[in-house]
């Protein structure tokens, strides 16, 4: 019945239901083995609660081995021939009445007697410690205590209190201390793992390793933890699978009386037998969904394979060429529907095919008249060529001569800008002479001024001597007139009139000179004062030929410019020429490559015609 019903679905049914299989079960499954991994991990975890709080019990136990010894402890402690007897050193008394504790007294190990200076006076059982670090701090604030400690044996339960009479007082003056204790060996620990039903391991750094576990904990691996431990301060949990079965292991710290690490005590936990439970109903669900997965989906590929063999098989022949049938799916569903589409593509594409056939028939005759036109076009555009390629060489002719006249007249430009520079420095000679020569005019003058005044001072030495000749002469008649007397003024007047004559002559022989030399000097004005203006008309000159040839270099340098431009014309001329005997060949080309792809589509359109004529179709 449920086989009939989903035969009667329709596609989109099956392909909703087929789609909802990866959408829905596989989230399914997926959520559920989350679900039962979560409750994996939650059972995992309260696992080692429980192993944590087996841990605790285990150190409460320990601390109750304590209590169980004190009994015994306070009854040796309060006891005045005991009292007596350490504070005189009566060791043989001790030892037949104190040390036999561990004989009568079931649970004690051993039994220590210290004096007040907390040195060793008897002790039994070969067990050590250190009497004055246990007793300094703990035995003078209480009367008796108990807990761990550390021995030469590793750790042990001890009792310990100060000695007091039979009335409970005295402690001021006892003479010392009672310590007694049960080390914790295999036996004790036994007694432990019957209470908590877990094997249970002591480790101590100066006593090794031992146990009530069957499983031997290496040595090597308790150093780490050990080191573990002490840094985080609280126990620590590990597990192992030990012949397919999960084991939890718990260590944690042993403190001794004065919160001192002095050891590990370690339980061995297995695990609870739900979780390997949880794990079974996991597969067993998963691999239920799995088989009602597979089965849908072998019921789904019955259902559609038949429809889709159909299709195929028609596609098929439509891939070799064959579109003279149909797909016969009638049915309403999704499979109908892709078998009327299929029909419905293979009309077009048999409409399609006639079209191409008629279409490469046109394009074959279109593509024969193409190639003619390419040819005459071809034919058009050497000719194009040849008048490019001529106009080239006359373009490239008018560029060299050009080129040519801009050479020359730069040339021309070099001479006119050089003869520039010459004509001033012409003009500026020019000035240069013109201020020499008003200099030397000047200078002239002045010789002109100081000639004259040494021809004032020359006149005045003609006086002068023409006097003295006159004052020589009355002194020649004096001396005459004085007689003897007077001839050595006589020799005296006559040189001075020599004297004289010889000055007035002097003075004349300069006044000629001078005369002749201001006769020079006018003239040497004279010629100065021509060659003045002569110079001032030169420079005159010399600056209006400087402008004319300014004004030719200012032309030459638009003849010039206009050269330039000139060749620049004829270069940007020659370079389009180039440009268009270039296009016209690259046209040239492009007509050859038109005329190839034209060659070639005749040739694809008759490859079409022959390919196409492979299909059949009711027309073809």
């Not at 007793?135 to 042990?156: H, I, M, Q, V, W």
């Not at 080309?589 to 490859?607: C, E, R």
Request: hydrophobic share 40%; glycine share 6%.
């Amino acid at each position: 019945m449920m086989l009939k019903n989903y035969a009667s679905m329709n596609m989109w049914k099956r392909i909703i239901l087929f789609f909802m299989i990866p959408f829905v079960i596989i989230p399914f499954i997926a959520g559920f083995y989350f679900m039962m991994s979560g409750l994996t991990r939650e059972m995992r975890g309260a696992e080692r609660e429980s192993v944590l709080y087996k841990d605790n019990v285990a150190h409460s136990i320990l601390l109750t081995l304590g209590d169980s010894i004190t009994g015994t402890l306070n009854t040796n402690i309060v006891w005045s021939d005991f009292y007596e007897a350490l504070a005189r050193n009566d060791v043989p008394w001790i030892e037949d009445n104190i040390n036999t504790l561990p004989k009568v007294s079931p649970g004690i190990h051993f039994c220590i007697t210290v004096n007040r200076d907390y040195k060793l006076v008897t002790s039994v059982g070969g067990v050590s410690l250190d009497a004055a670090d246990l007793l300094k701090n703990k035995a003078t604030k209480n009367d008796s205590f108990s807990g761990l400690y550390n021995t030469n044996k590793g750790p042990a339960i001890i009792a310990a209190g100060i000695l007091r009479d039979d009335n409970g007082e005295g402690q001021e003056k006892s003479p010392g201390y009672l310590v007694i204790g049960k080390v914790l060996n295999k036996e004790e620990l036994g007694n432990i793992k019957a209470i908590l039903n877990n094997d249970i391991t002591i480790w101590s750094p100066g006593g090794g390793l031992w146990g009530t576990s069957a499983t031997n904990l290496a040595e090597n691996s308790i150093k780490p933890i050990w080191e573990n431990v002490l840094q985080r301060n609280e126990p620590v949990i590990t597990n192992e699978k030990i012949g397919g079965k999960l084991k939890y292991y718990s260590f944690s710290a042993l403190k001794d009386i004065n919160n001192k690490p002095i050891g590990l005590i370690s339980l061995e936990s297995p695990a609870l037998n739900m979780t390997e439970k949880i794990n079974a109903y996991i597969t067993t669900g998963i691999i239920f969904i799995v088989i009602v997965f597979s089965l849908t989906i072998f019921l789904l590929k019955k259902r559609i394979q038949k429809p889709v063999l159909e299709i195929i098989k028609n596609t098929r022949r439509y891939a070799t060429g064959d579109f003279t049938g149909k797909i016969d799916i009638n049915s309403r569903d999704e499979m109908g529907t892709l078998a009327r589409s299929v029909n419905d593509m293979a009309d077009s594409l048999r409409m399609l095919i006639e079209g191409i056939v008629n279409s490469s028939r046109v394009l074959s005759g279109e593509s024969q008249g193409l190639a003619a036109s390419s040819e005459e076009i071809s034919a058009s555009i050497q000719q194009l060529a040849a008048t490019a390629e001529e106009m080239a060489g006359i373009s490239e002719s008018t560029r060299l001569k050009v080129n040519a006249a801009v050479d020359k007249a730069d040339y021309v430009k070099m001479v006119a800008s050089g003869g520039q520079q010459q004509m001033a420095d012409t003009v500026s000679k020019m000035e240069i002479i013109k201020k020499s020569s008003m200099t030397i005019a000047g200078a002239v003058n002045i010789l002109g001024e100081y000639s004259k005044q040494i021809g004032r001072i020359t006149e005045v030495i003609t006086t002068l001597a023409e006097q003295t000749n006159l004052l020589s002469l009355n002194a020649a008649i004096e001396a005459a007139r004085a007689g003897e007397h007077g001839r050595g003024f006589a020799v005296v007047a006559d040189e001075v009139h020599q004297l004289a004559e010889q000055s007035n002559k002097a003075a004349k022989d300069i006044a000629v000179l001078i005369s002749n030399i201001s006769l020079e000097i006018d003239n040497a004005v004279n010629a100065m004062e021509v060659g003045a203006r002569e110079v001032n008309a030169g420079v005159e000159i010399a600056e209006k030929t400087r402008r004319d040839v300014e004004t030719i270099f200012n032309s030459i340098l638009v003849v010039v410019e206009k050269i330039d431009e000139l060749s620049a014309g004829a270069e940007e001329s020659s370079e389009r020429t180039k440009q268009l005997s270039l296009a016209n060949e690259q046209i040239k080309q492009s007509m050859l490559q038109i005329a190839a792809m034209t060659q070639n589509m005749s040739d694809v359109s008759q490859t079409l015609i022959e390919s196409v004529s492979k299909f059949k179709t009711d027309s073809i």
